[in-house]
């Protein structure tokens, strides 16, 4: 499906079927596409068929690079055709595990709220928030949806503000604050006969939009291509002309680690490190006509590889293992 084809033009059905058959032709990016076409299938509302793919990723956790993530979206699928009681079970499942990743959070925190279970999505929220935004100084990039989710149920249910509901304020660029967008009497001025609010409330709902279109201008992260040690001596040995890019295994871990802080410094949000191999750069490279040897190849690459979904969010939570790949927390490691 091209980027700019409108949503009603779509057969969601058939995107759903050639996603299908590209994960078959692509198993290093299955986890990716299956989890696109499912998304599919739901909006042509073929749910049941959205949780045979959820399944059938499921039924090979080990080989999941994200396995909490499907487990929110099969739970968050479930509940939408009369499976409740299957989707708090895994919902209930999925909070004990505590994963790391805010996405899984999220998911099962909107699926609350959407069917009015407000303090539970609150407890959710707050349990995600806890778990990822203590001690953080600046709270990375994709856990921004935590706070501002959790800033939203807390309005519907006349919360008064906290410090994080401070940060989510912080954290919103719209010209309409999020106390506003948030506030529970909009849904009254929907139903208004009076012009002016009908007139308020289109120049809010033109700002949400636009939050919106801001959030999917950057499906993926600003991402820097990270070699480890084994790949980048077969690299180096197959194509010497890149030893200039390439000094030292060390120095190239301390430049991607540099190179994401001076990012980070001039503003750039959404930042992330892929992970490449060599069989895998070779057919990039075969895919755009080019040599291997070739340097301006390794950006392209590296882009590529983050739009198919493989990028890791930098910073990791400073507890975390480090993203070079030592088991030392990244505070012990590159974030010292």
Not at 19 to 27: I, N, Q, V
Not at 81 to 99: K, M, N, Q, W
Not at 311 to 333: F, H, I, K, L, N
């Amino acid at each position: 499906m091209r980027p700019d084809t409108p949503a009603e033009n779509v057969d969601h059905t058939a995107e759903a079927a050639r996603l299908e058959r590209t994960a078959g032709l692509y198993p290093e990016d299955a986890e990716a596409l299956l989890l696109q076409a499912a998304a599919h299938l739901e909006l042509a509302d073929a749910r049941p068929a959205a949780t045979a793919l959820y399944d059938r990723l499921l039924s090979t956790p080990d080989g999941l690079e994200n396995a909490p993530l499907v487990r929110a979206l099969k739970a968050s699928n479930l509940w939408e055709y009369d499976h409740e009681a299957e989707a708090r079970a895994i919902i209930d499942g999925l909070r004990t595990t505590s994963p790391r990743d805010p996405a899984p959070w999220v998911i099962i925190a909107e699926s609350l709220e959407s069917h009015d279970e407000l303090e539970s999505a609150h407890d959710t929220f707050t349990e995600a928030a806890t778990l990822l935004l203590t001690d953080v100084t600046e709270p990375p990039y994709a856990t921004h949806p935590v706070l501002i989710g959790r800033h939203r149920v807390r309005r519907m249910l006349g919360l008064p503000h906290d410090d994080w509901d401070a940060r989510a304020d912080t954290l919103h660029s719209s010209s309409v604050s999020l106390d506003e967008l948030h506030d529970p009497k909009r849904v009254w001025s929907l139903g208004s006969d009076n012009p002016a609010e009908l007139e308020a409330e289109i120049s809010r709902l033109r700002a949400e939009l636009g939050t919106y279109r801001e959030a999917l201008s950057r499906p993926f992260p600003v991402a820097v291509l990270h070699w480890p040690a084994g790949e980048l001596t077969e690299l180096l040995s197959a194509y010497p002309d890149l030893a200039a890019e390439y000094p030292s295994h060390p120095e190239h871990l301390a430049t991607i680690e540099s190179s994401l802080r001076e990012l980070s410094a001039s503003g750039t949000p959404n930042l992330g490190i892929v992970t490449g191999t060599v069989p895998s750069y070779e057919a990039f490279a075969a895919s755009e006509g080019s040599s291997p040897g070739d340097s301006t190849l390794l950006p392209q690459y590296a882009t590529t590889l983050a739009a198919r979904g493989r990028a890791v969010v930098w910073p990791p939570q400073r507890s975390s293992e480090c993203w070079c790949g030592e088991t030392q927390p990244y505070d012990a490691c590159h974030g010292s």
